[in-house]
Structure formats: C-alpha cells, structure tokens
C-alpha cells in the first residue's frame, strides 16, 4: 500500500504485518497436533493480535530480553527507538522447561483454539518487583497492572509471532480498523492532520470539549476506545460504543470523525502509558494525539498531569506525533459552558467536575448524572443499561 509522502510514518517506520498467509497458515495447521503449546490470557490475546496488525509497530513478536531490559529501565528499545511499555509472553518455568528455543510454539486463545504461532527465540527469567516499579512507579499489589505482573509466570518467551486469521470482532465488526485501513482512509479522506483520541470510559462533556478543541486545529478525530481487557467495574465496552454512537450522531461533524475499536489490553500504567497510546495511534495514521488529565491513571498513583509531563523527557520530534495536552474541562456555571482554568473565569465553586468513578457510582445509585456532564442521550442510556 503506498502513502502519501506526508502521510506520517509507522513508529519504526515499517507498517508491521504478522497475520499469517493462507499457505503459511496451511503449514501450521498440519504441525497443530505436532506443536508443543502454550495458552493464552486475553491480554496475550490483544497483544498478539495489536502485533500482527501492526498496532504495536515496529514490534514483530514478543520481547527479547535485550529489548524488555532496555524498556523497563530507560523506554527504549535495545536499537534506540522510543517504547515504553514492555510487551511479554509470561509463562511459568513448568510450561517453558519443555520448550526448545528455535522451535515453534502453538498459541492457544483461553478457549483452546489455535490462534498464533510463536517462533521461539529465547526463555529468560525477568525480575517482577522491578518492572513494576519501573513501569508503573508503584509494587502495590492493589496496582491492577502491578497485580497482572506479580500474578504471571516468572519466565518470559521472545520471538517472532504469526496470528493464524483476522476475525471480524465479535461485538464490533464494523468499527475493526486496523492500522492499513485507517491510513487508508485518512488519505481517501484528504486528512493531512488527524488527532487520535483514547478512552476506557463513557464520553463525557468533558471529553467532547476537548476532542472539540483539538478538531479545531486539525483535520479529523479518530475516535479509538479501548475495548480490550480493563477492569471489572469499568463499564462495559458495548455499552461505551453505544454511547460513543449516540454521541457521534447528534453532536458531531460525522465527515470529519472516525470511530474505530482499539483491541488492545489497558494497562493502567499512566505516564509510560500515555506515550504507549501515542506510538500505538501514530501506527494507526494519527499526527496528533489528545493527553488529558491523569491519561490511563488508576486510583491515585500518578499525578494529575504526569502523563503530559512525560513527554517533555524526549526530544522534540523524536516520538513522531504530536501530544496535545489539555487541563481538566468542566461545566462552568457562570458562563454556562464547558472550560478549562484557561478558558473559564469562574470560581471552583462555579464548576462541575464529574469523573467516570463517580457517574458510575451515580448510576448505580439509580441517579442521573446532571446535563452539565453528560449530554442527556447519554446518560439515559447509561441508566437503561445499568438498571437492565
């Protein structure tokens, strides 16, 4: 597929693609019964598919231990390039004693079937409490990434991968776009400059505000909303991409949105997650990217802006899209409109300020959350579903 010459490169600058041919997927097929396997959570899952699709670019597997030290430790890749999120396969030392570096390996999904092979490269063991205080800034185990990390095999397998096919997605087969795809799409569009949005969450007034603000500034929103593994009491993602649809129709310019799912995994890992959502949606075609308040923060292990403070640590240009970072919005009584402590000249008395946490807990107390928050539609859907 060619691009634009200003179309934006892939992170790596090659659009990775490990989904298997149709006589590669033969030959693997035949070895189904010979190969030694390994199964896989549904966040290997995600990170299998985000990989063969190219989300994950330049990624082609999963890490080496070259790589996975050099990320932990300075969100680099061993050859330089900016990552920072450690991309594993764990398993214990009693599913890895038996396997053979240099051999292939059956990916199993959690209901058996075979879904990937792994070329096998290399077994080494990794020190837990490390990545996690690297990766996450905490070793709380209340942590739900930190609980991931304490709670996988203590061996990691690296290698090249091969997703055997590309599934329409249960749920959303219309919104699966992958990396190509979108590219394409922004270039049929005539999009030069396109801002990526990330969310796990129901939009919100605030959201919209500053998915708003941005559009003003480029030439169209990539709506992408997580819908791989996230917490149990975050709400569901058919339930999101109702409201995301809602939404779109009533408020939104549609010509100038694209709505898509991310299959990816949340990894609540805040600031080294921020600049792992930026790379992922630059892989997708996006020039710029949207960091708001406490991006991919959970409970109160990050400050409030650490996740745009981040960036500031690379040097201009070096991750290849640009963040835009935007204040906490809120409804302003005074001027009846959203804002920001940069737009709004009001008092902290004179403004709404609701998170997800608390619409959620609103919601499930049987109460709507107020206008100021969510556009009514909304926010009646939202009731409908949780009082199902």
Known sequence: MSYHLDAIAPHGGELVNRVATAAQKAEFLSKAEFLPRVSLDDRAVSDLEMIAIG??????GFMNQQDYDRVVTEMRLANGLVWSIPITLSVT??????????????????????????????????NKSHEAINVYRTDDVKHPGVQVVYGQGSVNLAGDIWLLQRDSHALFPSYQIDPAASRQMFQEKGWKTIVGFQTRNPIHRAHEYIQKCALETVDGLFLHPLVGATKDDDIPADVRMRCYEILLEHYYPLDRVILAINPAAMRY???????????????????????????????????????????????????????????????????????TTKTSPSKPEERVHLSGTKVREMLRRGELPPPEFSRPEVAAELARVMHA
Not at 278 to 297: E, P, Q, S, W
């Open 55 to 60: 989300g994950f670019s330049p990624l082609t």
């Open 269 to 339: 890992a805040g600031p080294r997650e921020a600049i792992f959502h930026a790379l992922v949606r630059k892989n997708y075609g996006c020039t710029h990217f949207i960091v708001g308040r406490d991006h991919a923060g959970v409970g109160d292990y990050y400050g409030t802006y650490d996740a745009q403070y981040i960036f500031d640590e690379f040097a201009p240009g070096e991750l290849g899209i640009v963040p835009m970072k935007f204040e906490h919005a809120f409804y302003c009584t005074r001027t009846k409109q959203m804002g």
């Open 93 to 126: 030392e009693e599913v890895a004693s038996p396997l053979k570096e240099g051999g292939l390996i059956r990916l199993d999904n959690p209901s058996g079937e075979f879904i990937g092979v792994l070329q096998l490269t290399q077994k080494y063991q990794y």
